[in-house]
């Protein structure tokens, strides 16, 4: 089974994606970036497309207007990076990006969706989608989520099973990936995804790549754990993430979460709700 790290606003930059990458992570991705914002020119949003070692990367990108999607396709060659993919973020329960009609709004706009997907997908490189189950119980319920998966071509779908409306804490639905699974596409499960037995469970399913978010916040070792190899104790994991910050370093706050989280379950107002 192939695991990879998921994108992790305030975690992922390249020094926490290397040390998941080290302890045997597949695939990671760097956290969601504004297109609108990169296209801008905005240092920050720049600052995120830190891809500096040969750690495998796929950027994720929030985008809702296909104009500015073409713009960042004639201008990606100017940032001079190789990514192994993109991702659209069609997850993020952020009511200011909701109210634009981006993030977790997008997973009921399929032909919106299916236009943003062909216009990234002419830079040549895979491009897939994370989605929720919908905005809310109601979307969930209508099932939108599977007409997205028919109707779009994107070459993965990371599917968090949950929709916007739910807090971390209540259990992701595992549910749905049966049905998702139906459809034939390529389905990557997301949501509290943490054990050799969880992975059995996905494997019977026929999956062959899973997310995972917090448990790698808690612990990057996981993934060597989830491999068959053990769970590193948290100064190991802190030196070895010590020494990358200083190799790749990034604004101050990557470090403060990161430290602040380990050993720990994370907190993000935005993310967990
Ligand atoms: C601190 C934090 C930051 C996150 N940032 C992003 C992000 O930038 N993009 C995204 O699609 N999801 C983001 N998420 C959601 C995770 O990628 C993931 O879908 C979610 O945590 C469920 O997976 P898990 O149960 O393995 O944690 C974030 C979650 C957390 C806890």
Same mark, same amino acid.
């Given at each position: 089974m192939k695991l990879w790290l998921a994108p992790l606003e305030? =975690? /992922?930059?390249c020094a926490f994606r290397t040390l998941c990458y080290q302890y045997g992570a597949d695939l990671t991705f760097t956290e969601m970036i504004r297109v609108d914002s990169l296209v801008k020119g905005n240092k920050s949003s720049l600052s995120l497309l830190d891809l500096k070692n040969n750690t495998p990367t796929g950027i994720q990108l929030l985008a809702v207007k296909p104009k500015i999607v073409e713009e960042f396709v004639k201008k990606f060659a100017s940032y001079s990076i190789d990514p192994v993919c993109f991702n659209l973020n069609l997850g993020c329960p952020s009511p200011d990006v909701i109210v634009q009609g981006g993030g977790a709004a997008l997973v009921k706009r399929t032909a919106r969706v299916q236009e943003l997907v062909k216009i990234l997908q002419k830079l040549g490189y895979p491009v897939s989608v994370k989605i929720r189950l919908g905005l809310n119980e109601f979307e969930k319920e209508k099932r939108v989520y599977l007409s997205l998966l028919k109707e779009v071509d994107a070459d993965a779908f990371i599917i968090h099973? &949950?929709?916007? &409306?739910?807090? /971390? $804490?209540e259990k992701a639905?595992?549910? =749905?990936?049966e049905a998702c699974l139906d459809t034939g596409k390529h389905i990557i499960p997301n949501g509290d995804i943490n054990t050799q037995e969880d992975l059995a469970f996905f494997k019977s399913l026929g999956v062959k790549e899973v997310m995972i978010g917090r448990a790698a916040i808690r612990n990057p070792s996981v993934f060597q754990f989830l491999k068959g190899g053990k769970l590193e104790n948290i100064a190991q994991v802190q030196k070895k993430y010590l020494a990358l910050a200083e190799k790749?370093? $990034? &604004?101050a706050l990557y470090q403060e979460n990161v430290l602040s989280f380990l050993g720990k379950e994370a907190h993000s107002k935005k993310w967990m709700m």
């Amino acid at each position: 089974m192939k695991l990879w790290l998921a994108p992790l606003e305030g =975690v /992922s930059d390249c020094a926490f994606r290397t040390l998941c990458y080290q302890y045997g992570a597949d695939l990671t991705f760097t956290e969601m970036i504004r297109v609108d914002s990169l296209v801008k020119g905005n240092k920050s949003s720049l600052s995120l497309l830190d891809l500096k070692n040969n750690t495998p990367t796929g950027i994720q990108l929030l985008a809702v207007k296909p104009k500015i999607v073409e713009e960042f396709v004639k201008k990606f060659a100017s940032y001079s990076i190789d990514p192994v993919c993109f991702n659209l973020n069609l997850g993020c329960p952020s009511p200011d990006v909701i109210v634009q009609g981006g993030g977790a709004a997008l997973v009921k706009r399929t032909a919106r969706v299916q236009e943003l997907v062909k216009i990234l997908q002419k830079l040549g490189y895979p491009v897939s989608v994370k989605i929720r189950l919908g905005l809310n119980e109601f979307e969930k319920e209508k099932r939108v989520y599977l007409s997205l998966l028919k109707e779009v071509d994107a070459d993965a779908f990371i599917i968090h099973a &949950r929709h916007a &409306r739910q807090k /971390s $804490s209540e259990k992701a639905d595992w549910s =749905v990936f049966e049905a998702c699974l139906d459809t034939g596409k390529h389905i990557i499960p997301n949501g509290d995804i943490n054990t050799q037995e969880d992975l059995a469970f996905f494997k019977s399913l026929g999956v062959k790549e899973v997310m995972i978010g917090r448990a790698a916040i808690r612990n990057p070792s996981v993934f060597q754990f989830l491999k068959g190899g053990k769970l590193e104790n948290i100064a190991q994991v802190q030196k070895k993430y010590l020494a990358l910050a200083e190799k790749y370093p $990034s &604004r101050a706050l990557y470090q403060e979460n990161v430290l602040s989280f380990l050993g720990k379950e994370a907190h993000s107002k935005k993310w967990m709700m």
